[in-house]
């Protein structure tokens, strides 16, 4: 089934967030920060059905509550306000005042409903937001369905992240060409269930608000969810999904007979922004993917990828190319996961280091070499069932520590 779904996919190279039929966006520098871009705006040219998923954090930021807002009133979104420099958290009433001001001001700008305005903000908590400067910047804000406002979007929303990230790809979904495109930033305080992480995705498939919102915290679960930089939890961040529904394909749901090619090309949009932040985590120099196979279910599959990426000793461990098999076997014990420590096989690329739990002969200096490579997958068999998940992060350097020992001066 899954080989008939991606035969039914392809990735747009040169497509973004405004390659979904009915949307624009525009990104600017506004003065919050010092140098790139601080302001960015997306924009539908109808209400679009959104659906978002949040941040555990119990201390949340007053974007998210005004989002969470908007959002409650039909389940529509028209336009996203976003800023980098400044989290606009833990600042109390003064905070929730900022962040409806900004909602305000960018719906008498595109003469919305104040409700169809989504907020989010990323950058340093406990600011007062410089509203001085946001205000002047919103009524500014110039948009259009170019490359060029795409990419300005797209770095509107960076703090410490070296790149932007976006991915775009369509399907056929009745016969019918459905396109959706997700715009990322995240470097670090990413931790499962995310954290200083924005991702925006939009489309133009036709889906009801309640099903949308299935689809969306099912898919986080396998791409998001699965992400971790260094073990922190941030108090912002959020994933939203807007479509324009102009597509025109028969209305999705579960029964639908393309609803699977629908999740896949959420998931492949997720999981790619996902594998970019990961990539790009502060002082980073290699992505980690984690693979577990023969867990119990996916769930337990799920647990032990993400403790092995989380793990500070098995990120040390390949920043410095040294295959201590040691420390993957540790993270799986302290899973907390169903698992046979006597069952269980271990990989680093295609390098069998454990078989049942007992090493295997293994040439070191081709781990060695391996571990050198931009890109490591640990591949893990637990022999005990069906369950299968992956995880992703990054090696852990010297560099983190310089990045976050300064972030504030």
Not at 146 to 171: G, H, P, V
């Amino acid at each position: 089934m899954m080989v008939i779904v991606e035969e039914k996919m392809k990735k747009i190279e040169n497509g973004s967030i405004i390659t979904p039929k009915g949307f624009q966006a525009a990104g600017l520098h506004s003065g919050v920060k010092r140098k790139r871009n601080d302001l960015g705006l997306i924009y539908c040219e109808n209400p679009a059905n959104a659906a978002a998923v949040y941040t555990l954090n119990v201390i949340q930021a007053a974007p998210l509550k005004i989002t969470k807002e908007s959002l409650s009133e039909a389940g529509k979104i028209q336009a996203l306000i976003a800023n980098s420099g400044n989290a606009n958290a833990c600042t109390g009433k003064q905070g929730e005042q900022d962040a409806r001001m900004m909602r305000q001001v960018t719906a008498e700008k595109l003469n919305l409903p104040e409700h169809y305005v989504a907020v989010a903000s990323t950058g340093i908590i406990g600011l007062d937001m410089p509203m001085n400067k946001i205000i002047p910047g919103i009524k500014q804000l110039h948009l259009e369905d170019t490359d060029r406002s795409a990419e300005d979007f797209n770095e509107s929303i960076l703090t410490t992240d070296l790149c932007t990230k976006s991915t775009c790809y369509q399907a056929k979904i009745n016969g019918k060409t459905v396109t959706m495109a997700g715009s990322a930033k995240g470097s670090g305080m990413i931790e499962p269930n995310m954290g200083t992480m924005l991702a925006f995705i939009t489309t133009d498939a036709v889906i009801e608000p309640p099903m949308l919102d299935l689809a969306l915290k099912k898919v986080t679960n396998q791409t998001f969810n699965c992400i971790t930089i260094d073990g922190d939890t941030s108090t912002n961040d959020m994933v939203l999904v807007m479509t324009s529904e102009l597509a025109k394909n028969e209305t999705l749901t579960p029964e639908h007979e393309d609803w699977d090619v629908f999740l896949e090309l959420l998931n492949k949009t997720c999981e790619d922004l996902s594998k970019m932040i990961a990539r790009d985590g502060e002082g980073a120099t290699k992505l980690i993917e984690v693979e577990v196979n023969g867990a119990s279910d996916n769930e337990q599959a799920g647990k032990v990828a993400k403790s092995v990426v989380g793990s500070s000793l098995v990120k040390t461990a390949v920043c410095g190319a040294d295959a201590n098999w040691g420390r993957i076997i540790a993270a799986i014990g302290y899973s907390d996961a169903v698992i046979n420590p006597d069952t269980i096989d271990t990989f680093i690329g295609s390098i069998q280091l454990l078989k049942d739990s007992q090493p295997v002969p293994f040439s070191e200096n081709e781990a060695t070499n391996y571990l050198k490579e931009d890109t490591v997958t640990i591949v893990i068999d637990l022999k005990v069932g069906n369950g299968t998940g992956k995880a992703w992060g990054c090696d852990l350097t010297y560099d983190y520590v310089r990045i976050n020992a300064s972030y504030r001066s």
